[in-house]
């Protein structure tokens, strides 16, 4: 690089800065450019591998207020972790100027990756605007919106390291491109009608090519009811319009959908509004940057088909985030097709693969019989890395999340002082609801959602998605997996870890430890209350309504509680049938099979004295302290759902039951018998609802009984457990349950405790591999070199 000579005044004095965190991709060297201009400063600024770096010189008065300004006026989307400053020898003679130099790449851990941002409101204004050169362009964008993650192929980030890089800018593009000035300055992903992505609509041998036709042509067959694939930011989804119950249910059948609830894109928060009850915090993120699907209760009126969300009260909405779903949204002038204010909107894939994104997927998974859709809206701007949509709940004003993926993946997570300066760990997350995390000394980055793990074809997502995210970050010199010896996650570890060591990490000590550091409460000591449907026990059985005791020591842990084990009778048989769990509750209640019980009646004869046997003999039964699966009994047992078609079905539907009950006075006590070894038993409560059952009582007030009991339990155990600690922190997947974790929330505080819940990542297995890192990094620099699982052997109980 040469150096800017810099004309000098006797009060002049020169720093060189560096700044560290979210600063590419974001506006930032333009925005550096504004002030330092703005201010009269000479120099430059630049982006290399690592960071931005910037050297400034003028009188020291207007370096003060540089320094100021770059903290206070950052651009809206960037996160500054580090700024640096190093006093130089001012420089003399040439042009008293500040300009953008050419990116650098070197050596260290590299800068952040920005995630996709939604289009911003002045791009939309320019796309609606008939006298603007890019209205109605599909791929409108600038410096402060638009794709990033799915479209960067290496850092720094410049268009030529981006997929944007096969586009040329047109004269007048590059003449914003090169603009201090103009809103474009250095927007990588710039372009027009005239040099930019073009968009086209195909079906069958029909090919409509030019945006407006295209759109139209999509906006006509989906009236028609058709299903439509539509490439978008980070891979393609399948819509369809809302209030057809043939639409929805073609679509439903050839995803092999079940009844998990689909996603509604909807135009605008007016519209929003008639589907669901927004509140003000769940409108900021409906609008927020992000874009996530955004889970709220449904309206009775909604004008939406039941095939939508059956049997949910919930219904996931989101607001367009790229032009092309503006477009799609909006009636084209002068013509007479009829724009959707709604569309069903699923990621492109059959159930349990991932999603769509490069054109061989259109050919061989979206368009070759048996097709998922009858046409395909698409365009030529390739996605390097894909992206499903993020999903979250609002919960008093604060962000839930279900899935971290899109618009948030794959910012940084600052991991606290004990882990930090430790090895670049690679985390392989879990089965389920996959994500991976690599660190760097300093900062955790979660992958996108990459799904459950139980095809090759999930296998080769989560190979390109490590792939694409280590090639950018440091190489892992260490892998973490969980305990369970049937994982594909563990299984790939181990093959690729070559003489690397990978560590072990013991499922629920993992989410307990997740939480840890997206509170920054890592080495502090905490009582972690980890439900979920299951995890591998240090003991070999099967986990899940568990209490764990973490010192300062975050890497061990002490099982000090958890419910009595039941027999979980066929593995995941007696996960997808409800039915087989509540009747391995009422064994070990010691209550007969009588069929006047709704899951006794769920099964045929042959079941019954097949379950009745291996109980018995004990045979394909595993022990079971598993809270989901508890749910999962008490959803069976009030006759909720006796069979699911996705995971947690008949939790989230005993959660609607429950929050439908209204009025609790009279309900009959139910208790979770809690004794004082920490053990949490499950069969007094079992005989009282089967009692107040037979008495006629409502089942949704035994739901809603049922969800204050856990709570009662909780409070409870962790009191018993607790002694000095007063940090108790709620994870795993059962506490996506509201309700469930407001009750045990209000109980813990009323008890003196801080509570801790997540709001950066998910509490399912989508936040495992934050946890796993965490403890890997710990392991490394403990000198004693103990690993979860060894510890956790010699004192779990």
């Known amino acids: 690089m040469t150096e800017t000579a810099l004309t000098q005044r006797t009060d002049d004095v020169r720093y060189r800065f560096t700044v560290t965190g979210v600063v590419q991709g974001v506006g930032f060297r333009p925005f550096v450019h504004r002030i330092a201009t703005e201010l009269g400063l000479a120099g430059f600024v630049g982006n290399d591998s690592s960071a931005v770096f910037i050297e400034v010189q003028g009188p020291t008065a207007k370096i003060d207020a540089f320094t100021r300004r770059l903290r206070a006026e950052?651009?809206?989307?960037?996160?500054?972790?580090?700024?640096?400053?190093?006093?130089?020898?001012?420089?003399?003679?040439?042009?008293?100027?500040?300009?953008?130099?050419?990116?650098?790449?070197?050596?260290?851990?590299?800068?952040?990756?920005?995630?996709?941002?939604?289009?911003?409101?002045?791009?939309?204004?320019?796309?609606?605007?008939?006298?603007?050169?890019?209205?109605?362009?599909?791929?409108?964008?600038?410096?402060?919106?638009?794709?990033?993650?799915?479209?960067i192929r290496e850092l720094p980030y410049d268009r030529p390291a981006t997929t944007m890089a096969g586009f040329e800018m047109c004269p007048r593009c590059a003449a914003e491109y090169h603009d201090p000035a103009d809103r474009r300055f250095h927007a990588q992903p710039v372009a027009c009608g005239d040099?930019?992505?073009?968009?086209?609509?195909?079906?069958?041998?029909?090919?409509?090519?030019?945006?407006?036709?295209?759109l139209e042509a999509t906006q006509r067959v989906l009236g028609n009811g058709a299903v439509v694939a539509i490439k978008g930011i980070g891979g393609y989804h399948l819509g369809c319009v809302v209030d057809d119950d043939a639409a929805v249910g073609a679509l439903r059948s050839r995803k092999a959908r079940g009844g998990k609830p689909f996603a509604v894109l909807v135009r605008d928060l007016d519209v929003a509004r008639r589907y669901a009850e927004i509140d003000d915090a769940a409108a900021a993120v409906l609008c927020s940057p992000a874009r996530p699907i955004v889970l709220l209760r449904r309206r009775p009126d909604a004008p939406i088909s039941d095939l939508v969300a059956p049997g949910s009260p919930l219904i996931g909405l989101m607001l367009p985030y790229s032009p092309v779903h503006h477009?799609?949204?909006?009636?084209?002038?002068?013509?007479?097709?009829?724009?959707?204010?709604?569309?069903?909107?699923?990621?492109?894939n059959r159930s349990d693969e991932p999603i769509c994104f490069t054109d061989d997927d259109v050919t061989q998974r979206l368009s070759a019989p048996p097709s998922l859709c009858d046409a395909v809206l698409d365009h030529d701007r390739p996605i390097h890395v894909p992206c499903d949509d993020s999903v979250v709940?609002?919960?008093?004003?604060?962000?839930?999340?279900?899935?971290?993926?899109?618009?948030?993946?794959?910012?940084?997570?600052?991991l606290p002082a004990p882990a930090r300066n430790g090895p670049a760990v690679l985390a392989v997350g879990g089965e389920l609801k996959n994500t991976f995390c690599l660190t760097d000394g300093s900062r955790a980055f979660c992958s996108g959602h990459i799904g459950d793990m139980a095809t090759l074809e999930t296998l080769r997502a989560f190979e390109r998605a490590v792939d694409q995210l280590s090639g950018i970050r440091q190489a892992p010199i260490r892998l973490a997996a969980d305990l369970h010896p049937a994982y594909q996650t563990r299984s790939w570890a181990d093959?690729?870890?070559?003489?690397?060591?990978?560590?072990?990490?013991?499922?629920?000590?993992?989410?307990?430890?997740?939480?840890?550091?997206?509170?920054?409460?890592?080495?502090?000591?905490?009582?972690?209350?980890?439900?979920?449907?299951?995890?591998?026990g240090c003991d070999g059985t099967v986990w899940g309504g568990e209490i764990l005791a973490i010192g300062s020591d975050s890497h061990r842990f002490v099982r000090v509680g958890h419910l009595v084990p039941v027999p979980l009778p066929g593995g995941d048989a007696a996960v997808r049938n409800p039915w087989r769990m509540a009747?391995?509750?009422?064994?070990?209640?010691?209550?007969?099979w009588d069929p006047d019980l709704p899951p006794v009646a769920a099964a045929t004869p042959a079941e019954l004295r097949m379950l009745r046997s291996q109980f018995v003999s004990g045979t394909g039964c595993l022990p079971c302290s598993s809270m989901g699966r508890l749910f999962d009994a008490v959803a069976a047992l009030l006759g909720v759902r006796q069979r699911v078609d996705y995971e947690g079905q008949a939790a989230i539907e005993l959660e609607a039951l429950a929050e439908s009950a209204g009025d609790t006075s009279g309900a009959p006590a139910l208790r979770l018998a809690v004794h004082a070894d920490g053990l949490i038993d499950s069969a007094e409560l079992i005989r009282?609802?089967?009692?107040?059952?037979?008495?006629?009582?409502?089942?949704?007030?035994?739901?809603?009984?049922f969800h204050e009991a856990v709570a009662v339990a909780v409070a409870e155990v962790v009191g018993l457990v607790a002694g000095s600690v007063r940090l108790v922190g709620m994870t795993g997947g059962v506490f996506q349950n509201v309700l469930l974790l407001r009750a045990c929330r209000r109980r813990l505080q009323a008890a003196g405790f801080v509570v801790l819940t997540h709001h950066i990542v998910p509490p399912n297995d989508g936040g495992l591999a934050l946890g796993q890192a965490a403890v890997s990094v710990l392991t490394a620099l403990d000198e004693n070199g103990y690993s979860s699982f060894g510890k956790a052997r010699e004192v779990w109980r």
Request: with cysteine; hydrophobic share 40%.
């Open 583 to 592: 009747l391995s509750q009422l064994w070990h209640a010691g209550l007969d």
């Open 393 to 414: 709940r609002v919960v008093d004003g604060r962000e839930l999340p279900i899935r971290r993926s899109r618009g948030y993946a794959p910012l940084p997570i600052d």
């Open 195 to 214: 040099c930019g992505p073009s968009l086209w609509f195909r079906s069958g041998e029909r090919l409509v090519r030019g945006s407006d036709p295209a």
């Open 688 to 705: 009282a609802m089967v009692s107040a059952l037979r008495a006629g009582v409502d089942t949704a007030v035994l739901a809603a009984a």
């Open 327 to 348: 477009l799609l949204l909006a009636p084209i002038p002068g013509v007479q097709t009829r724009a959707p204010e709604a569309l069903v909107l699923t990621s492109a």
């Open 74 to 151: 950052a651009p809206p989307l960037a996160t500054i972790s580090t700024v640096s400053a190093v006093q130089m020898e001012a420089g003399d003679g040439g042009p008293p100027d500040f300009r953008i130099v050419a990116s650098l790449t070197v050596d260290g851990a590299a800068t952040a990756i920005p995630p996709d941002i939604a289009v911003c409101g002045d791009c939309i204004a320019e796309l609606f605007d008939p006298l603007d050169r890019r209205y109605r362009h599909p791929f409108v964008t600038c410096t402060n919106c638009g794709p990033r993650f799915t479209i």
């Open 495 to 536: 093959r690729h870890a070559g003489d690397r060591p990978v560590d072990l990490v013991q499922h629920h000590h993992a989410h307990v430890v997740s939480l840890l550091v997206e509170h920054g409460k890592l080495g502090e000591p905490i009582i972690g209350v980890a439900f979920d449907g299951t995890g591998y």
